[in-house]
């Protein structure tokens, strides 16, 4: 069974366009996280929710909004997609939080915005 | 500027040899992980070393910790051509801010 998983895989689009990742984990886990990991593999944490609320919200533009349905479930939705925003995004989740505990990660979602 | 820097960028060896990563930090952390990546994969985690640990040892990997120095190395010994990936180091700081370094690229030749 997969742990935490994305949908979608690849997602290509163009500028200007408003578009969501989805993540799911079965884990059991409280706090789930978004990543961003640009061309030069360099990876900066977005969010993270723990038990459905906001616990860091780096320097991201406002375009970003992340939504947790539930503590399985966290989504990124962007807004008005730029050129910039092409990378691939991770999801990882872990059963506390980032000071005591391990991440387990997504496979990934490649955006390429046009 | 982000917390972690690692050395090398890129280290290509021999299978059968060791390869060592370093990792420096900047602040003062709670703990220290170890991540790799394989091309086109999500991250998995290999190790977690906490501030008061000095050295922590996982099947061939073993993983130092110096925090006067504000610094980690990431041993792998006996290298296989599977253990061609990227590794990342990853800092917990005592604020709770956490960092990915920019990773070290591992080939392995067979």
């Known amino acids: 069974d997969t742990a935490v998983s994305q949908t979608p895989k690849y997602l290509v689009t163009q500028m200007g366009n408003d578009k969501s990742i989805k993540c799911e984990q079965n884990?059991?886990?409280?706090?789930m996280y978004w990543y961003k990991q640009d061309s030069k593999k360099f990876l900066k944490i977005m969010f993270s929710?723990?038990?459905?609320?906001?616990?860091i919200n780096e320097t991201v533009p406002n375009r970003f909004s992340p939504k947790s349905p539930d503590k399985a479930h966290l989504n990124l939705h962007i807004n008005s997609l730029e050129l910039g925003d092409s990378a691939v995004y991770f999801c990882?989740?872990?059963?506390?939080?980032?000071?005591?505990?391990?991440?387990?990660f997504g496979p990934g979602t490649r955006l390429t915005v046009l | 500027s982000q917390q972690g820097e690692e050395d090398p960028q890129a280290l290509s060896i021999q299978e059968g040899e060791n390869a060592t990563m370093n990792c420096s930090y900047k602040t003062s952390i709670n703990n220290l992980q170890w991540y790799r990546q394989n091309s086109g994969r999500g991250l998995v985690h290999l190790i977690l070393i906490r501030s008061n640990e000095r050295e922590k040892h996982s099947g061939r990997l073993r993983v130092t910790l110096d925090t006067s120095k504000k610094s980690s190395s990431l041993l792998i010994t006996a290298s296989r051509a599977a253990d061609t990936a990227s590794y990342f180091c990853a800092t917990v700081s005592t604020g709770n801010q956490f960092y990915f370094g920019t990773g070290t690229s591992l080939t392995v030749i067979p």
């Open positions: 990882a989740s872990s059963q506390f939080t980032l000071s005591t505990d391990t991440q387990y």
């Open positions: 884990l059991g886990h409280d706090t």
């Open positions: 929710y723990n038990n459905k609320e906001l616990i």
